[in-house]
């Protein structure tokens, strides 16, 4: 079966799917929202510089996002784009189920 391009990204998946509570899916899925965003806008203005249009700056994140990508990986940028996202929503995650665990037992 052809997974379709451009490769998934597996930690993503995981992350986003891991959960079989909605309430903790939900949250989870928003938070990573916040810290794919805050990421991004974070690149655009450190590692992106030069662009000066917006166009000129989606040019630039579609070009460092799909560095050494073929049909069968994704490449090390855009890995470690995403891991990095990843790794802050599982530390949120964390932080999440623990007060929710001790809200409880209050």
């Known amino acids: 079966m052809f997974p379709g391009f451009p490769p998934p990204d597996h930690d993503i998946r995981d992350l986003l799917t891991g959960s079989k509570?909605?309430?903790?899916?939900?949250?989870?899925?928003?938070?990573?929202?916040?810290?794919?965003?805050?990421?991004?806008?974070?690149?655009?203005?450190?590692?992106?510089?030069?662009?000066?249009?917006?166009?000129?700056?989606?040019?630039?994140?579609?070009?460092?996002?799909?560095?050494?990508?073929?049909?069968e990986c994704v490449g090390n940028q855009r890995q470690e784009f995403y891991k990095d996202v990843v790794q802050k929503s599982y530390a949120y995650c964390l932080t999440f189920v623990f007060l929710h665990f001790t809200e409880d037992q209050e």
């Open 21 to 71: 509570k909605e309430d903790v899916e939900k949250h989870l899925m928003i938070h990573f929202l916040t810290i794919l965003f805050e990421k991004t806008r974070s690149m655009l203005e450190t590692c992106l510089v030069g662009a000066n249009t917006r166009s000129e700056h989606i040019t630039k994140f579609c070009e460092y996002m799909t560095i050494g990508q073929n049909f």
